[in-house]
């Protein structure tokens, strides 16, 4: 213990200090390595005091000369040695083999890699895929200076397109003000939809991304406002919603900005918006 006291100390804090402050990188990349890096760091500590305290008294307890035991605790024992042996020897004469047919290996190889492209060709893809987290949100956005009366009466309508949509539990509505934009104005809306449990929702095929399919073709609907649903980002803190700007004309202004998500369709220009 005194010649691997210093060493596994050492590698300790060595992985501690590398591993700790990628935790406080700020921005996106920190939030992606935040759980990781902790998870690492309070690992190594673990296993460091580990190493040095408990390893070596189970090791002497392991290691210390034994009789054979009796009883159906030693039938167990010694049932248990054989099988291990053959699964050993199996791995070894699997090994040899591979070693000795190095052309079934590479196929072996090109069919691991075939599998694990087609199995990633049918995940998610993009930087930070979207996820069902049993909730979803709704911007209103009405014309410039709309009063706060018209953006109530908005609102009715979208509680009876809410009430009627399956798989929707309860929602919000927060009059006056986007989670979009942060700013509180009359002619905002927004709203915090919380969704079924996933296990009544699955049975009927209702993910998120279904029921924010189906809100947008009712929301398309509302010719007062520009409505729409889309899900929140994966990961807290990180937008998914691009901004872009829109010049019908009319009513909404010229050159206002009505938030877009990346992966999605918002009702686009209508004869009643001009």
Not at 162 to 175: C, H, R, S
Not at 204 to 223: R, S
Not at 245 to 274: C, K, M, N, W, Y
């Amino acid at each position: 213990m005194d010649e691997v006291s210093g060493p596994v100390v050492a590698i300790a804090l060595i992985m501690a200090a590398v591993f700790i402050p990628t935790a406080f990188i700020p921005g996106i990349t920190g939030r992606m390595y935040q759980q990781f890096a902790v998870t690492i760091a309070v690992s190594v500590l673990i296993s460091a005091f580990n190493a040095l305290t408990l390893s070596p008294a189970l090791s002497a307890l392991l290691l210390r000369p034994r009789r054979e035991m009796r009883g159906p605790l030693g039938w167990f024992f010694r049932g248990f040695n054989r099988v291990f042996e053959r699964v050993m020897g199996g791995y070894l004469d699997g090994s040899r083999f591979l070693i000795r047919k190095a052309a079934f290996a590479i196929l072996l190889l090109l069919a691991a890699a075939a599998v694990s492209g087609l199995i990633g060709i049918r995940l998610p893809g993009g930087f930070v895929p979207e996820e069902d987290q049993g909730y979803i949100f709704a911007n209103v956005q009405l014309p410039l200076a709309a009063s706060l009366d018209r953006t109530a009466a908005v609102n009715d309508k979208l509680d009876a397109i809410f009430k009627t949509q399956p798989g929707i539990k309860y929602y919000t509505g927060v009059a006056g003000f986007s989670l979009l934009s942060l700013v509180t104005t009359t002619y905002n809306s927004f709203y915090f939809i919380t969704l079924d449990d996933w296990d009544a929702r699955h049975k009927h095929g209702l993910t998120a991304d279904v029921i924010i399919q189906q809100l947008n073709q009712k929301l398309a609907g509302v010719a007062e406002a520009q409505v729409f649903a889309f899900s929140p980002p994966a990961i807290p803190g990180h937008r998914d919603i691009r901004r872009r700007d829109l010049h019908p004309g009319g009513s909404l202004g010229q050159g206002s900005r009505v938030p877009r998500r990346e992966h999605g369709q918002i009702p686009g220009r209508r004869p009643e918006a001009t």
